[in-house]
């Protein structure tokens, strides 16, 4: 029999001149960037957030700290290859992955199927179990106001059942 766990993400990054724009693990032409000690892919972020979230195994700053020369720049689409691998490595994989994009700008539906074959790439699965929506900010707060984009992503994980202790 089999046993599921959720898992949730959320992340925050501000935009700024001189940074490229990659979400998704995607490039997108655009005059400004997500800053951050990373590539800053929101994106990535939260999905890689909701990947140890759901076997509680800590956050991505844990994991990964920005205080961390190694990760200065990183492809951030390593940092989620080995959070998954930690995963994989514990008996779990993915049923589906459900996340949502909100950026005032640039438009993001020419990406979102480019974003949907990376992740499907990285996780190992097929881009059938990979959603991706954008939403925009509606004028409302930083995102409404083209300040940063943010990023949520909710995942449902398949393994074996263990033994119960309680
Ligand atoms: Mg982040």
Known sequence: MNEYRIGQG??????????????????????RGLLGHSDADALLHAVTDALLGALSLGDIGEHFPDTDPAYRGADSKKLLALAYGLVRERGWRLVNLDATVF?????????????????????????????????????????????????????????KTPRRTV
Do not use: F, N, Q, W
């Open 10 to 31: 959320y992340d925050t990054h501000r935009l700024a001149e001189g940074r490229k724009l990659i979400l998704g693990g995607v490039e997108i032409p655009y005059g």
């Open 103 to 159: 950026a005032e700008a640039p438009k993001l539906g020419p990406y979102k199927k480019e974003m949907r074959a990376v992740l499907a790439a990285l996780l190992g699965t097929e881009e059938e179990r990979i959603s991706v929506k954008a939403k925009t900010g509606e004028g409302v707060d930083a995102v409404g106001r083209g300040e940063a984009i943010s990023a949520a992503a909710t995942v449902l994980l398949e393994g």
